[in-house]
């Protein structure tokens, strides 16, 4: 008995949580906050510790929700989320919505069961909630402990976030469910996972399924096979009962994340605009059904609602006109457009022979890279060449759970060139993945 509660004890100790891949990551200095919890051997408590970091967009008086970016299962993804709170990007959606954004990322083990943080019964839930509590606290923001919440999630988030639509509809604004989703119906397959029962009260909320094509809608065998087929039953079932839910299938991708975030987004950008309250506190409103548009599940076609000549209940649904032409671009190829240039780079400095800057993201497009100007000519890109191996390539780098890279990319350059004793005038101008340039 001695011997089996040491090594319970082992498992639990904040050694456990220390270990990599977990023990680097940003340091959280406001507008960024964390709060980490140790793993729990209580009943229906968290196994796993876990870290939440929380970014404030600067100068918001009151915040009016919460936009959750969760990472899926094993190492790898896990601690993908340790910079998910840091991507511009996201942040730019945040901040036109007055949204915190949080990024959790949970310490599991490689071969340890990803059920016991992706499934919200199994303790997340409780322990997100408190940490929207002390988060609250520390950013000097106490309504997070009840603003609302959007949800987005790959694979093992998609179970999570969707679990937490189920779980919590009246806080849902709305819900992202990147190749994963849970479980509403027994599944000889997924035998070890309790269904979740379906509430009336989900039928107004926003839901989006976001499978890639080679997890078994094109490609019928393989690790990711069945992705398709559970997506399917969830859609089928929600849809089925009056849910706004649609379906988005990325046409190039398997498992990684490819370029989902230009049509989440804007998805969530549409939801949010709708949903939320004016007045932080009050009720989520309900979503206008004369906007929507329809299609036939696995199409690439959509209509305006009034047109749809077939069976609604069993159409994707897209919350407006604008989001359903983002739709139909994204799953014939992915390559959701955009017209609007990426906002000016604003507080330049220059310190001897180093530049320094700040940016906001495109809301649309993000960001790709900085062109830097000394004296009306082009002398460099931050960074040189921007890479991401799942998709367009960006200026923070991409990991496979839609994060930045570690270390994150600076808005620093060096000018190696400069003539001494000359005094340079310098410009720095954005460019996002379109390829549009910031305005002078």
């Known amino acids: 008995m001695r011997c089996v509660l040491l090594l319970l004890l082992m498992f639990v100790s904040p050694a456990f949580g220390q270990k990599a891949p977990y023990d680097v990551f940003p340091v959280a200095k406001?507008?960024?906050?964390?709060?980490?919890?140790?793993?729990?051997?209580?009943?229906?408590?968290?196994?796993?510790?876990?870290?939440?970091?929380?970014?404030?967009?600067?100068?918001?008086?009151?915040?009016?929700?919460?936009?959750?970016?969760?990472?899926?299962?094993?190492?790898?993804?896990?601690?993908?989320?340790?910079?998910?709170?840091?991507?511009?990007?996201?942040?730019?959606?945040?901040?036109?919505?007055?949204?915190?954004?949080?990024?959790?990322?949970?310490?599991?083990?490689?071969?340890?069961?990803?059920?016991?943080w992706c499934d919200p019964r199994n303790g997340s839930d409780a322990s997100f909630q408190k940490a929207l509590a002390e988060l609250g606290a520390k950013s000097g923001h106490p309504e997070l402990a009840k603003a609302p919440w959007a949800l987005w999630g790959h694979s093992g988030g998609g179970h999570w976030a969707g679990g937490m639509a189920l779980l919590h509809p009246e806080r849902t604004a709305a819900a992202w469910l990147r190749s994963g989703v849970p479980l509403v119906k027994e599944d000889a397959n997924r035998a070890t996972i309790k269904p979740y029962i379906l509430q009336d009260t989900l039928k107004g909320v926003p839901l989006m399924c976001n499978p890639g094509t080679k997890e078994g809608v094109s490609v019928k065998d393989g690790r990711f096979a069945g992705v398709w087929p559970a997506n399917e039953s969830f859609f089928t079932a929600v849809r089925g009962m009056g849910g706004l839910i649609g379906v988005a299938v990325d046409p190039l991708t398997a498992h990684e994340c490819g370029n989902q975030r230009y049509m989440a987004i804007r998805w969530l950008d549409a939801c949010l605009s709708q949903r939320l309250p004016q007045k932080s506190g009050d009720p989520l409103r309900s979503m206008p059904v004369s906007e929507a548009w329809l299609?036939?599940?696995?199409?690439?076609?959509?209509?305006?609602?009034?047109?749809?000549?077939?069976?609604?209940?069993?159409?994707?649904?897209?919350?407006?006109?604008?989001v359903a032409t983002a739709w139909m671009q994204y799953v014939k190829d992915s390559a959701v457009g955009d017209t609007t240039p990426p906002p000016a780079p604003y507080n330049l400095r220059v310190e001897g022979?180093?530049?320094?800057?700040?940016?906001?993201?495109?809301?649309?497009?993000?960001?790709?890279?900085?062109?830097?100007?000394?004296?009306?000519?082009?002398?460099?890109?931050?960074?040189?060449?921007?890479?991401?191996?799942?998709?367009?390539?960006?200026?923070?780098?991409?990991q496979y759970s839609d994060t930045p890279t570690q270390?994150?990319?600076?808005?620093?350059?060096?000018?190696?060139?400069?003539?001494?004793?000359?005094?340079?005038?310098?410009?720095?101008?954005?460019?996002?993945?379109?390829?549009?340039?910031?305005?002078e």
């Open 30 to 116: 406001p507008p960024y906050f964390r709060v980490r919890y140790e793993a729990s051997s209580a009943p229906a408590e968290l196994i796993f510790p876990v870290n939440y970091t929380a970014w404030i967009p600067p100068g918001v008086s009151q915040l009016r929700g919460v936009i959750v970016h969760q990472h899926g299962c094993g190492e790898g993804s896990c601690k993908s989320g340790l910079t998910g709170a840091f991507d511009l990007h996201w942040q730019a959606l945040a901040k036109k919505h007055g949204c915190a954004l949080i990024a959790p990322s949970y310490e599991q083990p490689e071969k340890e069961n990803c059920q016991m």
């Open 295 to 322: 299609a036939p599940l696995l199409s690439a076609e959509a209509v305006p609602a009034a047109q749809f000549k077939g069976a609604a209940e069993a159409a994707v649904w897209l919350p407006n006109e604008l």
């Open 353 to 398: 022979a180093q530049l320094f800057w700040e940016a906001d993201a495109d809301l649309e497009s993000g960001l790709a890279h900085f062109i830097i100007e000394r004296d009306g000519q082009p002398i460099g890109t931050v960074p040189e060449q921007p890479k991401n191996p799942f998709g367009r390539p960006v200026f923070q780098g991409l």
């Open 407 to 439: 270390p994150l990319v600076q808005m620093v350059f060096t000018d190696t060139k400069q003539e001494s004793g000359k005094k340079h005038t310098y410009r720095v101008f954005a460019v996002n993945t379109m390829g549009l340039r910031s305005a």
